[in-house]
Each structure stands twice: as structure tokens, then as C-alpha cells.
């Protein structure tokens, strides 16, 4: 159902992006059905989104207008607290989400603060880096907060769109890279997207092949899996982190994590630094977004292609 909205007078620090593509990314999906309680009704989802800049606030001094520009998760910031002067505006408490009560990119036109608004490097076409804006930044940030480089060996768990970004940029960083899936179909794109090593993670036997060998294992599936046997893949010293945001409270037993000192963390995306220097590795390294491209109309239809797991591996709207 097409939804109309007045924005109101553009803010001195926004910017008003004309879209052009927007990826669909399963917390789109999440917000959808309110699986998190913060969804508010009626609202434009969308938060992978390459446009051009329509128009700037009076006091932003970085962006014109005509330039191409990307917008992921998060659209502002308070700008002043502990996190965001230190260049972690990610984790700022007051952070607003591009469509989080507000109005996202399945649309014509989004407003953002222009401090969130980053310009695409040339070499990336705009319908393959779209996904990058969130699911590329949101793999990128624990590859780099867990210090991948090239002796490590990470395991990257369900290969979707988050999985099968996470895929190129582990091999970019150097590491050996394992895919864990329940798609067994997925094997051979897996390997080509740059994974040296696949398990099917429904076979206790291939799980049991691959125990205290991963440095880091990064979680990006929705659904509730049994986490004991990936800490025991883990070495020690190893972590399991969690981007993918499963149904069910995360049970695990203390004594594999003292024994070899192993940990489990999560993270949200990803700095708008962070997601600049992502945009430059994909760009020189080529990473990119294999996608579905589908009409900005026919965005029901690709929600329930995401839905049903059918999409390999981001779908994309254009306008
Ligand atoms: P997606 O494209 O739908 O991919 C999810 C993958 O999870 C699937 O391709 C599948 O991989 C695996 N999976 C699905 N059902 C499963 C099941 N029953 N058991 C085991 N594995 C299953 O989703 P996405 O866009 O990549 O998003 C993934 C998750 O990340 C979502 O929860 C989303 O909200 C979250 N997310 C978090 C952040 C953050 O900042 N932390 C940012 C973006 C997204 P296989 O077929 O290979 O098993
Ligand atoms: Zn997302």
C-alpha cells in the first residue's frame, strides 16, 4: 500500500535524498511484524539506500546536491555523548534508526542527518552496494573489532545477505574462511563468493569435524541454533559474535568459555567512519551485493521472496 507523508521544512543539518535503490534487509522483515516491540505504525521500512542528494540543510557544509550518496540503519545521532565523540555513533543511546518511527527508503525521497549521509565511492555500481549500507557494515565491523587478518580462521554462520557479504570480506582481511549453512545448495556459491571450506550445519558429523578450530565465528541467521556446538568450534581465545538477531535467549554453558577462554559479544552496524572505510575495501577489493532487482512497485512481492528464504542473495528495489 503506497503511503504519503509531509516531512516538513528540511532540517540545517539533513539532507533530502532522491532514492534510486534500496536493499531489503531481514530486520526490514523484523520491523514489519514488530518481532522487536518498536515498530510504530504506519511506516516506510528501508534502510540500504543509494540516492542522489535533492537538497541540503543551510548548515551542511559536506554534500551537494547531485552527488551520489548512501544511507544505511541509522539516520542521527545526539552528536555529543561519550560514544559519539569518540567516533562510536553506532552505540550512542540516543541513535535514530533511518526507519524507526520515521520514514525509511522504500519510497521516493528520505531525510537523514547529513553526518550519516556517505558519498559511494565510483567504482561500486549502486543496485550491487546498496546492501553494503547495512548488511555490508553490520559483517565489516566485527571483522574488524575482532582483529581478523590473515591467520585467522572465521567461521560465518547462514548465508544470506548478511552471510554472503561477511563471505568476501573475511577472504578481503586474509582469513580462511568456513561457511556454515542449512542450505546445502548454497555450496558452490558459497566457495565462489571466496569461502575456502563449507559445513552443512544440520549434520553433527561435519559439526563435530570442525570442533576448536575458528578464531571467530559470526552469527548472521535469524533462527534459534544450537549455540554449544559452535563455542565448542571455537579455539581458544575465540569468539562467537552475534549479528543475526535469533528468536530465543542465547543458552550456553559457562565451562567451554573459562575453560578456553572464549567469549560471545554482538554488535549494531557500524560507525558512519566505519562504514566509509567498508565502502573504500569493497570498492578496491571488489565486494559486492549479488542481488534481485525488483521495481519499487513490486516491493510486496520481494518482501515474500525474503520471506520464504528465496532471494540469493539481497533483494533490491529501484525507482
Ligand atoms: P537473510 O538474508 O534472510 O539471511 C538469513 C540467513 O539465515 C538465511 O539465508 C539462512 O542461511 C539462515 N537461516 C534462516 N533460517 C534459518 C534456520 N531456521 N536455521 C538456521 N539458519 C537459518 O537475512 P539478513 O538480511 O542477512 O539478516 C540476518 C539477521 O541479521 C536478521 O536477524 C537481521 O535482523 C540481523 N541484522 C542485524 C544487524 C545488526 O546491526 N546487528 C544489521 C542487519 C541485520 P543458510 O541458508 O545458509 O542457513
Ligand atoms: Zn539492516
Redesign the pocket.
Given at each position: 500500500m503506497s503511503f504519503k507523508y509531509d516531512p516538513g521544512d528540511l532540517g540545517p543539518n539533513e539532507v533530502e535524498i532522491a532514492i534510486t535503490h534500496c536493499g531489503?534487509?531481514?530486520?526490514d522483515?523484523?520491523l514489519i511484524a514488530n518481532d522487536w516491540g518498536i515498530s510504530q505504525y504506519p511506516f516506510i521500512p528501508g534502510h540500504e539506500i543509494i540516492g542522489t542528494i535533492k537538497a541540503t540543510g543551510t548548515e551542511v557544509l559536506s554534500l551537494e546536491v547531485g552527488q551520489r550518496v548512501g544511507l544505511g540503519?541509522q539516520s542521527n545521532s545526539c552528536g555529543i555523548c561519550e560514544w559519539c565523540t569518540r567516533g562510536m555513533e553506532?552505540l550512542c543511546p540516543a541513535s535514530e534508526g533511518t526507519c524507526v518511527h520515521r520514514n525509511g527508503g522504500y519510497a521516493d525521497l528520505v531525510r537523514a542527518n547529513s553526518r550519516f549521509v556517505i558519498p559511494i565511492p565510483e567504482a561500486l555500481e549502486s543496485e550491487h552496494a546498496a546492501p553494503l549500507l547495512?548488511?555490508g557494515?553490520?559483517v565489516y565491523?566485527p571483522l574488524r573489532i575482532h582483529g581478523v587478518n590473515p591467520s585467522s580462521r572465521v567461521g560465518i554462520?547462514?548465508?544470506?545477505?548478511?552471510?554472503?557479504l561477511a563471505i568476501q570480506f573475511a577472504r578481503a582481511f586474509g582469513a580462511e574462511v568456513t561457511?556454515?549453512?542449512?542450505?546445502v545448495t548454497?555450496e558452490e556459491e558459497?566457495r565462489a563468493l571466496g569461502a575456502h571450506n563449507f559445513v552443512n550445519?544440520?549434520e553433527s558429523k561435519a559439526m563435530k569435524e570442525v570442533v576448536g578450530t575458528m578464531d571467530l565465528i559470526l552469527n548472521?541467521?535469524?533462527?534459534?541454533?544450537d549455540w554449544g556446538v559452535y563455542v565448542a568450534s571455537l579455539r581458544p581465545t575465540g569468539t562467537l559474535a552475534?549479528?543475526?538477531?535469533?528468536p530465543s535467549p542465547v543458552s550456553i554453558h559457562a565451562f567451554p568459555l573459562i575453560s578456553g577462554q572464549r567469549a560471545i559479544s554482538?554488535?549494531?552496524?557500524?560507525s558512519p567512519y566505519m562504514l566509509k572505510e567498508m565502502l573504500d575495501v569493497a570498492a578496491r577489493h571488489g565486494v559486492k551485493a549479488t542481488t534481485e532487482l525488483f521495481p519499487m512497485a513490486q516491493v510486496n512481492e520481494a518482501i515474500e521472496k525474503?520471506?520464504k528464504?528465496k532471494?540469493r542473495?539481497?533483494a533490491v528495489l529501484a525507482n
Amino acid at each position: 500500500m503506497s503511503f504519503k507523508y509531509d516531512p516538513g521544512d528540511l532540517g540545517p543539518n539533513e539532507v533530502e535524498i532522491a532514492i534510486t535503490h534500496c536493499g531489503i534487509c531481514h530486520s526490514d522483515l523484523h520491523l514489519i511484524a514488530n518481532d522487536w516491540g518498536i515498530s510504530q505504525y504506519p511506516f516506510i521500512p528501508g534502510h540500504e539506500i543509494i540516492g542522489t542528494i535533492k537538497a541540503t540543510g543551510t548548515e551542511v557544509l559536506s554534500l551537494e546536491v547531485g552527488q551520489r550518496v548512501g544511507l544505511g540503519w541509522q539516520s542521527n545521532s545526539c552528536g555529543i555523548c561519550e560514544w559519539c565523540t569518540r567516533g562510536m555513533e553506532n552505540l550512542c543511546p540516543a541513535s535514530e534508526g533511518t526507519c524507526v518511527h520515521r520514514n525509511g527508503g522504500y519510497a521516493d525521497l528520505v531525510r537523514a542527518n547529513s553526518r550519516f549521509v556517505i558519498p559511494i565511492p565510483e567504482a561500486l555500481e549502486s543496485e550491487h552496494a546498496a546492501p553494503l549500507l547495512c548488511g555490508g557494515i553490520t559483517v565489516y565491523n566485527p571483522l574488524r573489532i575482532h582483529g581478523v587478518n590473515p591467520s585467522s580462521r572465521v567461521g560465518i554462520v547462514g548465508i544470506g545477505g548478511l552471510g554472503h557479504l561477511a563471505i568476501q570480506f573475511a577472504r578481503a582481511f586474509g582469513a580462511e574462511v568456513t561457511a556454515f549453512s542449512t542450505s546445502v545448495t548454497k555450496e558452490e556459491e558459497a566457495r565462489a563468493l571466496g569461502a575456502h571450506n563449507f559445513v552443512n550445519s544440520r549434520e553433527s558429523k561435519a559439526m563435530k569435524e570442525v570442533v576448536g578450530t575458528m578464531d571467530l565465528i559470526l552469527n548472521t541467521a535469524n533462527a534459534d541454533q544450537d549455540w554449544g556446538v559452535y563455542v565448542a568450534s571455537l579455539r581458544p581465545t575465540g569468539t562467537l559474535a552475534f549479528v543475526g538477531v535469533p528468536p530465543s535467549p542465547v543458552s550456553i554453558h559457562a565451562f567451554p568459555l573459562i575453560s578456553g577462554q572464549r567469549a560471545i559479544s554482538g554488535s549494531p552496524i557500524g560507525s558512519p567512519y566505519m562504514l566509509k572505510e567498508m565502502l573504500d575495501v569493497a570498492a578496491r577489493h571488489g565486494v559486492k551485493a549479488t542481488t534481485e532487482l525488483f521495481p519499487m512497485a513490486q516491493v510486496n512481492e520481494a518482501i515474500e521472496k525474503v520471506k520464504k528464504g528465496k532471494v540469493r542473495y539481497r533483494a533490491v528495489l529501484a525507482n
